[in-house]
């Protein structure tokens, strides 16, 4: 338990919260680099799972997509980008590569949600003399909203935990505390890996909760029950 | 390590090519060695985490007021960073093979466990009610009509489970055993883009060969589903 009490000491210590490089800068850092390239992954997966789910086609390329990125290791792509010329080393390439990781569960609750709508009341939508787009935003998107919101929550928490593999690129964030940690020795800096640990799980908790309590507000009362078995989330149980 | 003062600086050369022959070429007896201990790992995760995920489905379809706590642990679980995951395990395990191996488990464990319960809980219950009334008792039952039926739900566990390790395995660059991992680091640390490139493509290749390997074998065990699945 030796190295349980130097993560207390380490965690109490003032100095590795407000230092330059400190615990709130990586923790600033990590949380930009999630948020921009879980927007980023929006940009790209939603448009493109309303699309798909708004027409019924490709529902083949969407588990394609989450059985491919589920055999990439994120490693990897956070290893590429950076040497890709045009990005170079830094966040820019770290929220590229995170982004990636984004889409899948994205896109396929977003495709999910629209193909959940129920074929009646399409009809009746088309019987209102609605025209396509008047049905993707007042019928479709509005009853897809627990879905999407289930696929934010699960692309969120994924991206946060994600993103402490970008210290082992050079890409920031608290990961930085335990590469570091383990650059010193387990002997010497046991204690910094473990509280390290401590902080990016405090964190993906955090997130986790925090998105299921949104979650559960933007999902519309009568819609609440009928998800509570939130299938599209099993179906992207993943984790890197 | 070895791998350390590899070819790799001695490549990094004004060409930085993406793929080259020469490289994997010059290094396949170290390609090969990352390779070995990448599909080892991977397997050794998977076994151990079925042989342990199964029982454990099986007393949560059994007991159901255990079902609860099981799945909302592996559902923390699944919330816990890989890094913080290592990073917790290594000071107390040490730095080794084991570290990784015990990290690779518990996320395949996850995985398997709720995979294989979804599996056993969808047998149709007058399957069931028949088991019963031909005077199957509770092993009988489940080694012969339950765990059969469940068996496509177990297998598409331990797909996943297997392709989510191998992807997983690369993680353990941290405390040393990553396997392709290493030489994706060390690549990457060497700025060197072939051996970056050339150890992600074996992984994705061997995350694919062994989700084909494990398709085809649930496709021999379970004759009867072969009409109904993709």
Redesign the interface.
């Known amino acids: 338990m030796n ?1 349980f009490n130097q993560a207390i000491t380490w965690l109490n210590d003032p100095l590795n919260w407000t230092n330059p490089g400190g615990i709130f800068d990586l923790l600033r850092q990590h949380l930009e680099i999630t948020a921009l390239a879980v927007l980023l992954g929006c940009l790209v997966a939603l448009p493109l799972g309303l699309a798909l789910g708004h027409f019924g086609r490709g529902g083949g390329l969407v588990v394609l997509v989450s ?1 491919l990125t ?7 792509v956070l ?2 980008f ?2 890709i010329r045009a990005i170079g080393i830094g966040m820019t390439a770290a929220v590229l590569a995170l982004a990636i990781f984004a889409i899948p569960p994205l896109l396929a609750n977003a495709y999910t949600g629209l193909r959940e709508v129920d074929p009646e009341v399409r009809e009746a939508a088309r019987g209102m003399g609605l025209s396509g787009w008047q049905m993707l935003w007042r019928v479709e998107l509005p009853l897809a909203v627990p879905y999407i919101a289930a696929g934010f929550r699960t692309a969120a ?1 994924q991206v ?3 993103t ?2 970008a ?4 890409g920031g964030g608290l ?1 930085e505390i ?2 570091l ?2 650059g010193l020795g ?1 002997s010497v800096g ?2 910094q ?2 509280a ?3 902080l ?2 405090a964190l ?2 955090l997130v ?1 909760g925090g998105l299921a309590l949104v979650q559960r507000v933007v999902t519309p009362r009568p819609l609440r029950r009928t998800f509570r078995s939130r299938p599209a989330r ?1 179906a992207a ?4 | 390590m070895s791998l350390l003062d590899s070819p790799a600086l001695a490549y990094d050369a004004p060409a ?1 090519p993406w793929f080259s022959w020469q490289f994997v070429h010059d290094n396949r007896d170290q390609l090969l060695a990352a390779l070995r201990e990448h599909a080892s790992l991977t397997a050794e995760a998977v076994l151990v985490a079925s042989l342990v995920a199964i029982p454990l489905a099986v007393i949560a379809y059994w007991y159901r007021p255990l079902t609860g706590p099981i799945l909302a642990l592996s559902g ?1 679980l ?11 395990l ?3 395990i ?2 080794g093979r084991i570290t990784v191996l015990v990290g690779l488990v518990l ?1 395949a464990l ?2 398997i466990v ?1 995979n294989a319960l ?1 599996g056993l809980n969808q047998v149709p219950e007058d399957v069931l009610d028949a088991a019963r009334g031909m005077g199957y008792g509770r092993f009988a039952r489940l080694l012969r009509i339950e765990l059969p039926l469940a068996l496509p739900g177990i297998l598409t566990g331990v797909r ?1 489970a297997t ?2 390790t ?6 353990g ?3 040393g055993h ?1 396997g ?2 290493q030489l ?2 060390y ?2 640390r060497a ?1 060197y ?1 072939a051996e ?2 050339t ?2 493509v074996a ?2 290749l061997l ?2 060969l062994l ?1 084909l390997v494990l398709l085809g074998l649930g496709r021999l065990v379970t004759p009867w589903a072969r009409g109904s699945r993709a």
């Open positions: 190295e059985n589920r055999a990439i290791p994120t490693i990897a290893s590429i950076p040497l928490v946060v935990a994600t402490s593999l210290a082992l690129a050079a990961g335990i590469s940690g383990f387990l046991g204690g890996v473990l390290g640990g401590f990016i799980i993906a908790l986790e099993l149980a993943d984790n890197q | 930085n923390v699944y919330t816990i960073p890989s890094l913080a995951l290592f990073a917790f290594a000071p107390f040490g730095i996320y996850m995985m709720r979804t996943l392709v989510s191998v992807a997983l395995t690369t993680v660059v941290l405390v990553g392709l991992g994706i680091f690549g990457f700025n883009r970056i490139a150890a992600t992984a994705v995350a694919l989700d």
